[in-house]
């Protein structure tokens, strides 16, 4: 079982950044692609942002130039840096991991609130 650990949500006003960070316990990290979803009140889930193991990276449209999906292996964390917020960038975020093995059934961070508000 791995175990995916999620930090850095909160309230930011328009404009702000905002770091997320999401760590996984385990053996299985290096090998396995990242992501992030949100999902915001009365919306369906939307994915964010994926990084693969050899760090290809991917965004939703809607957050290119403004997010940034990074890992660092050696702390088996991975990152989201989200700068110049929207109010609807507000949603819970969560992170994943995508081991190969699993054939798609991903393991899934508790999720951490970003509320974009002044």
């Known amino acids: 079982q791995v175990q995916l650990v999620e930090s850095g949500g909160g309230l930011v006003q328009p404009g702000g950044s905002l770091r997320l960070s999401c760590a996984a316990a385990?053996?299985?990290?290096?090998?396995?692609?990242m992501g992030w979803y949100r999902q915001a009140p009365g919306k369906q889930r939307e994915l964010v942002a994926t990084?693969?193991?050899?760090?290809?990276?991917n965004y939703v449209d809607s957050v290119k130039g403004r997010f940034t999906i990074s890992r660092d292996n050696a702390k088996n964390t991975v990152y989201l840096q989200m700068n110049s917020l929207e109010p609807e960038d507000t949603a819970v975020y969560y992170c994943f991991l995508d081991y190969p093995l699993r054939g798609g059934n991903y393991y899934w961070g508790q999720g951490t609130q970003v509320t974009v508000s002044s």
């Open positions: 990084i693969t193991k050899t760090d290809i990276t």
């Open positions: 385990g053996n299985i990290f290096r090998i396995s692609a």
